[in-house]
Structures are given as C-alpha cells and as structure tokens.
C-alpha cells in the first residue's frame, strides 16, 4: 500500500512555483503598506483623530516599489529603452520617495 500511496502522490504533487522577484518587491510594498495602515488604525483609536496631511508618506511605498521593479525588470531583459530611461525613473521614483518622507515626518510630529 505503501507503493501505491507514493505513485498516487507523486501523480498529484503540483510542481513548487517559486516567486519572481518583482512579485516579491510588491508583497513587500504590501507588508509596508499593512504596517503603515495598523500605525495609523492604531493611533486613531488611541486619540481619537486620525492623522491629517501623510498622502506623501502613503505614497512612497509604492514609488520606492515602482523604483525597483523597473531596476528589476531592465535586468532581467525585459525593460524597454536601455540603461538612461532605468535610471532616470528609478532614480526619479527614490527621490520622491524621500521626498515625500522628508516633507511628510515634521506634519506627523506637529501632530503628535
């Protein structure tokens, strides 16, 4: 029975599909995201106010995954346009990223 429990088995076993890199930038993001939004549910129920003017912190996740993916896809072969349009969006994604960071922290912490 043993025999037949492993043909049966190895008939119906699912090859392993592993992520993609560029998959796995984007849970990522998603893991980000699900960390900011349990901050923000948690200091809204602690005070009683959510907190106003953090869009430009909502949307640098996305710009810091939107950066990656490009880098990510031109290495892989599948970016379009050579080396100059990979740098000048990824590198144009980082800095609004940060951007958005910097100018968002002093609206937090006059909030706070």
């Known amino acids: 029975m043993d025999e037949k429990e ?3 088995r190895s008939q ?3 090859p392993i599909k592993y992520a993609t890199p560029v998959q796995r930038t ?3 993001v998603g893991v980000a995201y699900m ?3 349990v901050l923000l549910s948690t200091y809204a129920l602690a005070h009683g106010a959510y907190l106003r003017g ?3 912190i909502m949307v ?6 939107l950066g990656t993916t490009v880098i990510l896809r031109h290495r892989q072969g599948m970016g379009r346009g050579g080396v100059f349009p990979c740098i000048l969006i990824s590198g144009a994604c980082f800095f609004l990223s940060a951007w958005n ?12």
Do not use: K, T
């Open 6 to 8: 492993q043909e049966l």
């Open 12 to 14: 119906n076993a699912q």
């Open 26 to 28: 984007w849970a990522w």
């Open 35 to 37: 960390v900011i939004l």
């Open 54 to 56: 953090i869009g430009g």
């Open 60 to 65: 640098s996740p996305a710009l810091c995954g």
């Open 101 to 112: 960071v910097v100018r968002g922290i002093p609206v937090i912490l006059s909030q706070l």
